[in-house]
């Protein structure tokens, strides 16, 4: 049976073409949910909004998108999802090795601040999720590979660092063994995510004499990506604290995560 409700275009956060004529819109109350209707009613909607403030009636109710965008999607899931569709339950192939190739180009002048280029990496989630290969070396400079990183952990519905950790976070930055502590109520499947980051990441603070990239600069560019918030102010508030975390961890990665040692991760 449908059900029917009301939304804004200002609480729409991505529009997915559907195949043939229809679009999926999603929306930021509820990234389980999407609404399906005809691109021409959408844009006539659209139009009608902006130009006489028009709120839309009624758009139809599907099932949760998930249920019908490709099951091979890599990104804007969970990273439990993720793992569910890798071999092993490790990261994803291409994560891995657009991760190397970074690695091995660590020394590179600006890795990570500067941008890559926009329609290869949009081109790239594209195949990707539709779980098709991608030789990240093959197509992509090293700014685009570290971009595409970037863009995996923003899309990403809970990011590394959950939000029901980020006052423990907080409050423990200044105590290494509270943080420590904290640190190991990570979800398993962040773990696996954050470790592997968090070494490439290390490595190329090592160089910042040659990249320019310090442990400042790599945490102040990683906020938005590990400790996303809607809120632009409190996100300016807490950065300071937040960037203390990343240094701390970035800087003394094997202290933090010795609990996976016994793993072989290191």
Known sequence: MDVKRTCQFNQITNVVLAGGDWIIILFQDNASEYFKMKQEKFFIDLLLYKTKGVVPLFLEWFRPYQSVISDKQIFGITLNDVLEKTPSRNIPSFLADALAFVDSKADTEGIFRLSGDRMIINNAVAVLN????????ANMDVHT???????????????????????????????????????????????VFLLPLIK???????????NKMTSSNIATIFIPCLFPNEDPLVTLRDSPMLSEILIKILENWKFYFAHLDQEGNF
Do not use: C, M
């Open 130 to 137: 539709k779980g098709e290969p991608y030789d990240i070396r």
């Open 200 to 210: 490439v990441l290390s490595n190329i603070i090592s160089k910042s004499g040659k």
């Open 145 to 191: 590979a570290a971009s595409l990183i970037k863009k995996f952990l923003a899309d990403l519905p809970t990011p590394i660092f959950p939000p029901f950790l980020y006052n423990s976070l907080i409050a423990a930055r200044k105590d290494p063994d509270q943080l420590k502590t904290v640190l190991t109520k990570l979800p398993i499947s962040h773990e």
